[in-house]
């Protein structure tokens, strides 16, 4: 039987929230279509700390604390040192379309995933890449034909990959070799009809959150396709991050980016989860 959550607000008035990310008792995320990278405090207010005019996407940290940013329409990641935003990769070669989601390991490598068509001019759906970057910002194609490669995330022994094919409404494990090349795809979890994989985020009891913004929830996976746990929304789910030993779900009534700008629709709402964050990020 799946455990029905209710989740509370706790920030809005963001044009779209993407990437969030839990750091030292901070929640970070994207404000994709205002372009600005934010970091929450435990009250909900949100500082501001870049700038990304190119749309920020995916976050993640170097081991030496530098900031990590996919800037999306220029296929770029881009890093932050504190004082200077500098590009770390430029991906331009290798993506189809605009870059989007992205995990990070302890280690600095990252891996990224691209719409692969222009979504929203209506362009006929293609696959797309997944890409690996080295620490010194050496970039590769690591994963091919993908259905819009979108949340990702990596176990705590570093050597499992999960992403979610957001068209093929599941999630693809691979196994990482020490080189960080993927082997051995397989799929992790096939999703209940209607759900879409947008942001998703493990917990260390080894399940998985799943943001879906067709079916306005964020549901618990485990390995097979079992939904143990759901937190219904009232507009589409589209990332989700553990911290705290609670859930964070940004939720958005469009991911327009003109109705985004309009409505400025995007929240925060928070609930208890029952096991805290495992893995990366």
């Not at 990769?89 to 280690?107: G, H, I, P, R």
């Not at 990959?161 to 397989?186: C, K, M, P, W, Y």
Request: charged share 20%.
């Amino acid at each position: 039987m799946t455990v029905q959550l209710s989740a509370e607000l706790f920030a809005e008035g963001f044009c779209f929230g993407e990437g969030p990310r839990w750091r030292e008792g901070y929640l970070w995320l994207s404000d994709m279509h205002d372009h600005q990278v934010l970091r929450l405090d435990g009250s909900g207010y949100a500082h501001s700390v870049i700038e990304v005019p190119n749309r920020p996407s995916g976050l993640g940290w170097l081991p030496d604390g530098d900031l990590l940013v996919v800037s999306m329409t220029d296929k770029r990641i881009l890093r932050f040192d504190g004082h200077q935003l500098t590009i770390h990769a430029d991906l331009e070669t290798l993506a189809s379309f605009d870059c989007n989601d992205m995990v990070v390991d302890a280690a600095g490598q990252a891996y990224v995933g691209n719409f692969g068509f222009d979504l929203h001019n209506g362009a006929a759906q293609r696959v797309a890449e997944l890409i690996a970057i080295k620490p010194d910002g050496t970039a590769r194609i690591v994963a091919r034909d993908l259905l819009f490669p979108n949340g990702t995330v990596i176990t705590p022994d570093r050597r499992t990959l999960i992403v979610g094919e957001s068209f093929a409404g599941r999630l693809t494990a691979f196994d990482i070799d020490q080189d960080g090349d993927l082997h051995n795809r397989r799929i992790w979890a096939q999703l209940p009809d209607g759900a879409v994989p947008d942001g998703i985020c493990l917990d260390a009891l080894g399940g998985i959150w799943v943001a879906s913004p067709t079916t306005n929830d964020c549901i618990r996976v485990q390995e097979g396709g079992e939904v143990t746990h759901r937190v219904a929304t009232d507009r589409g789910a589209y990332a989700c991050m553990l911290g705290d030993h609670r859930l964070h779900i940004l939720t958005s009534r469009s991911s327009n980016p003109a109705d985004c700008q309009a409505q400025r629709s995007g929240q925060v709402v928070v609930v208890d989860a029952p096991a805290p964050g495992a893995g990366y990020p």
